[in-house]
């Protein structure tokens, strides 16, 4: 069977100040949230954009040390919700885990400096951002991937033989 452009995954980053919405406030209630809210013409574009099954980064904003935190799954594609005296749309997200370690933006910037198609560092104040495949491995790389990306992280003293770092 022929996949479909469709049919491919995309990765994304969504932007939040931790005072609106927060880590802990996403993983509360089953993780299942509404992403709303979003105001940008080219950000709103991409959310439009957004599949089934999506991954996206969930990234702390507008503190100290910007950094991502987390990963949630889209779980429901572009809707019209006029809820909240907000007229435009919104996407449903699931937590799918939190970061092993998490990787702040200075970090990303040390590591995928060659990367000019990383939008995260053309256009800082977009909200939601597409990420280039190599990138998203290059992330979860730096962060030991997250809780529920099927990676057994074991616990090192019951190995024999393993070298330590």
């Known amino acids: 069977m022929v996949k479909s452009k469709r049919d491919e995954k995309q990765y994304w980053l969504l932007k939040t100040e931790p ?26 574009k991409h959310l439009k954009s957004f599949r089934l099954n999506d991954l996206c ?5 507008g503190i ?22 907000t007229v435009g749309g919104a996407v449903d997200v699931q937590a799918v885990g939190e970061m092993r370690r998490t990787v702040d933006l200075k970090e990303m910037k ?12 053309r256009q800082p104040r977009l909200s939601v951002v597409p990420v280039p ?16 990306d099927g990676v057994c992280v074991c616990d ?9 770092v």
């Open 156 to 164: 090192d003293d019951d190995d024999e033989g393993d070298e330590e």
């Open 133 to 148: 495949e190599g990138v998203w491995e290059k992330i979860c790389e730096l962060g030991n991937g997250y809780d529920g």
């Open 57 to 61: 980064f969930f990234y702390h904003s």
């Open 110 to 121: 040390g590591e995928l400096k060659s990367c000019t198609e990383f939008r995260l560092f």
């Open 19 to 44: 005072g609106e919405w927060s880590w802990d406030d996403q993983a509360s209630n089953g993780g299942l949230s509404k992403w709303d809210g979003v105001k940008n013409h080219q950000a709103l």
């Open 64 to 85: 100290k040390s910007p950094r991502i935190v987390g990963v949630v799954t889209v779980v429901r594609e572009w809707y019209e919700d006029d809820d909240d005296d």
